[in-house]
């Protein structure tokens, strides 16, 4: 158990809707990262936040959004979905920051189960 | 923005025999360099990493070595057990700490009884 919770596991809907993945990051973890992982494809960054405020983007779409709330917690919000938005979408998350923090190693980054979203 | 590029993308070799996946990488800012392993439908998981002041690492049966100089990384895995197949991917970022991974494409390793 990596420590970081992601909900829902599994989310099947349909063509133009919208949803929402959120990701619980481990205790103390201060930054947030989201993956997008389609079919035999690799972990293409979509954006991170570190404590609140977006520290880096990737190839997120403008249809995509997301936030990290004052509990650290995290949501992904997908919209006007198209079947090609089906994929594993996982959640990281890190100490955050630079340099050693309480001990613990940064750098490493702690991944959840993943959400796995299909749309039909 | 950093690319990381990894070969092979699928690797078979027999049991007890060494496996070695290659990446490189881009952008020479980047200086910590771990390798995540990922079991069908589960999670990446860290096996091992590398920061740019440290040629190579062991860890029982895996290494890793790093060439700054091509920007190269590398993973090898000696006397290869069924339960190491899985897709195994390198990444890179800078300063090693707070920054996002940059992926490679991924390898499919299959150990072979």
């Known amino acids: 158990d990596s420590g970081v919770t992601q909900t829902p596991k599994h989310l099947i809907t349909a063509t133009g809707q919208r949803v929402t993945l959120r990701c619980s990051p481990r205790?103390?973890?201060?930054?947030v990262y989201w993956y997008q992982q389609s079919l035999d494809q690799g972990l293409q960054f979509l954006i991170q936040y570190y404590n609140g405020e977006e520290r880096a983007k990737g190839n997120i779409l403008e249809r995509f959004s997301a936030q990290q709330f004052p509990d650290l917690h995290s949501e992904l919000n997908l919209s006007s979905l198209e079947l090609g938005d089906s994929a594993l979408y996982f959640c990281?998350?890190?100490?955050?920051?630079?340099?050693?923090?309480?001990?613990?190693?940064?750098?490493?980054?702690?991944f959840g189960e993943g959400s796995r979203l299909t749309v039909l | 923005g950093e690319n990381v590029e990894q070969h092979p993308s699928t690797l078979s070799v027999q049991e007890g025999d060494s496996a070695v996946i290659k990446c490189t990488y881009s952008d020479s800012a980047s200086n910590y360099f771990p390798w995540y392993k990922q079991e069908l439908g589960k999670r990446p998981q860290l096996i091992i990493d590398?920061?740019?002041?440290?040629g190579e690492k062991k860890d029982q049966r895996i290494a890793v070595t790093l060439n700054k100089t091509a920007k190269h990384f590398s993973l090898h895995i000696t006397e290869t057990q069924p339960e190491d197949s899985a897709v195994y991917f390198c990444a890179a970022s800078m300063k090693g700490g707070g920054n996002k991974l940059t992926f490679g494409t991924g390898t499919q390793l299959k150990v072979e009884l």
């Open positions: 205790s103390g973890d201060l930054s």
């Open positions: 590398i920061r740019s002041n440290v």
């Open positions: 990281a998350s890190s100490v955050g920051g630079t340099g050693l923090a309480g001990g613990r190693a940064t750098g490493e980054l702690f």
